[in-house]
């Protein structure tokens, strides 16, 4: 049914539309706009939900949102940093997080990555039992070694994750048990068990299962092997409400049952002290980014198009998973949202839409549009597809102050690893 009221609004976009309106002139669409003080807040939400948990922490997942100035302000609000690969353990020791603030969860990892992550001191959270000998052969194992469990058949994932007994990730539980003994006999000190088996998982009782899983795991470990779990990692995956009639995570609901689960599972069991840890990526950045585009013009055949300066190059959810982002256009917040258009971008693709058969406001050329919730797995998974380059990002700061924190790639970076010399 057509919506006759004034747009939905699930986050307020953070600019009036003066301060959109100069941005936008001074810089060329599209870019991201992070907001610095909603990120700060939404970190210590999750802190505050888990501050019950001594040593409690969130490595925050780096590729969700791989920029320096943002894994500053996460590490300056008490977050570490999840690692998959050489690039991201660089960026994480840029802004001083090292050591056991890195965890490094990677999968199909070649030597040099470990060899990488292991001087910075970071955490080894193996994805496969065959990597314990590989890396006790080539470069010897740290003092703390962390499993990736993959439970398979005992729990269901969901879409963007996909069924755990499909997924390429983690270890069988015999292969767990298998593993920790092998650590043993090796001589590792520290022992660590990680799972994810969720992404953008917006029923919280799906983390309490997950805490419930691990801990009944670390208390079978501990009476076959003799091996204390020094932590869990409850890996990421908390959802965010991308649909304005989505629900976030209510997540000191979840500090709490996860508190009761651990009372009543490894406190009064003997088996404390066990920290928790997690390795969110999504919830922490995502609610908090904005890609700004621009209308370029309209089309009206078999259906109605709005078509966009920005296109799938620069976010790539809606195209590869029919993912929502709400739109909004912040110049006409007044007007009913009595059009229904695709809004789409340029790329020789026709999964290359932002919104499909979406009721908006009627929409002129030049008008600004923001897509919301763009803050992670955005900009990080942008390509070049088509010739396209990818954009600008900018940080609105605590004190309003808009910072420039990466520039827009220009034609001379797109074609930089080309060789020309033979045709000039
Ligand atoms: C992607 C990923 C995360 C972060 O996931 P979010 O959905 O961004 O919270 C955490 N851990 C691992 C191993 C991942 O691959």
Redesign the pocket.
């Known amino acids: 049914m057509l919506q006759t009221e004034t747009s939905p609004m699930p986050r307020p976009f953070p600019l009036s539309v003066e301060q959109l309106t100069e941005l936008a002139n001074e810089f060329p669409t599209p870019f991201y706009l992070y907001d610095e003080a909603g990120i700060r807040q939404t970190c210590q939400e999750l802190n505050q939900a888990f501050q019950w948990a001594d040593g409690f922490r969130n490595y925050f997942?780096v590729?969700?949102l791989p920029n320096p100035h943002i894994l500053n302000i996460v590490h300056d609000e008490g977050m570490g940093a999840?690692c998959?690969s050489k690039a991201e353990l660089f960026l994480s020791e840029t802004v001083g997080l090292t050591g056991e603030q890195v965890m490094f969860?990677s999968n199909n990892t070649p030597i040099e990555e470990y060899t990488a992550a292991k001087a910075l001191g970071a955490i080894l959270?193996l994805d496969d039992i065959s990597h314990i000998d590989f890396i006790h052969e080539q470069i010897g194992l740290p003092e703390l070694v962390s499993f990736?469990y993959n439970p398979g058949a005992a729990r269901e994932g969901n879409v963007?994750i996909g069924n755990p007994e499909e997924a390429k990730?983690g270890f069988t539980e015999s292969q767990l048990f298998d593993g920790y003994r092998r650590l043993k006999e090796l001589g590792v000190q520290r022992y660590a068990l990680?799972t994810?088996v969720a992404?953008?998982e917006l029923d919280g009782s799906f983390f309490v299962e997950t805490a419930r899983m691990l801990f009944d795991l670390v208390a079978r470990i501990h009476n076959e092997l003799d091996i204390q779990i020094e932590f869990i990692n409850l890996?990421?995956?908390?959802?965010i409400p991308y649909r304005p009639e989505d629900q976030p995570i209510d997540l000191a609901k979840l500090g709490v049952a996860v508190h009761e689960l651990y009372n009543s599972m490894i406190a009064s069991t003997g088996l404390d002290p066990l920290r928790i840890v997690m390795?969110?990526?999504?919830?922490?950045t995502?609610p908090h980014g904005y890609l700004v585009t621009r209308c370029l013009h309209h089309k009206s055949i078999y259906r109605d198009y709005v078509g966009v300066d920005a296109c799938m190059a620069n976010l790539m959810r809606p195209g590869m998973y029919g993912a929502y982002h709400h739109i909004t256009v912040p110049g006409r917040k007044d007007e009913p949202w009595d059009r229904v258009v695709d809004v789409v971008g340029s790329l020789c693709e026709n999964n290359d839409k932002f919104a499909i058969q979406r009721e908006l406001p009627a929409i002129q050329r030049d008008d600004l549009l923001v897509i919301h919730d763009a803050g992670?797995?955005g900009h990080a998974m942008g390509f070049q597809y088509n010739g396209k380059t990818r954009s600008a990002e900018f940080l609105l700061q605590t004190d309003g102050s808009i910072k420039q924190i990466r520039r827009a790639e220009t034609q001379d970076d797109l074609f930089a690893t080309l060789d020309f010399s033979e045709f000039r």
């Open positions: 997942a590729k969700a999840d998959s969860t959270n990736r963007i990730y990680h994810m992404s953008n890996g990421g995956g908390i959802g390795e969110n990526g999504r919830m922490v995502g992670a797995h």
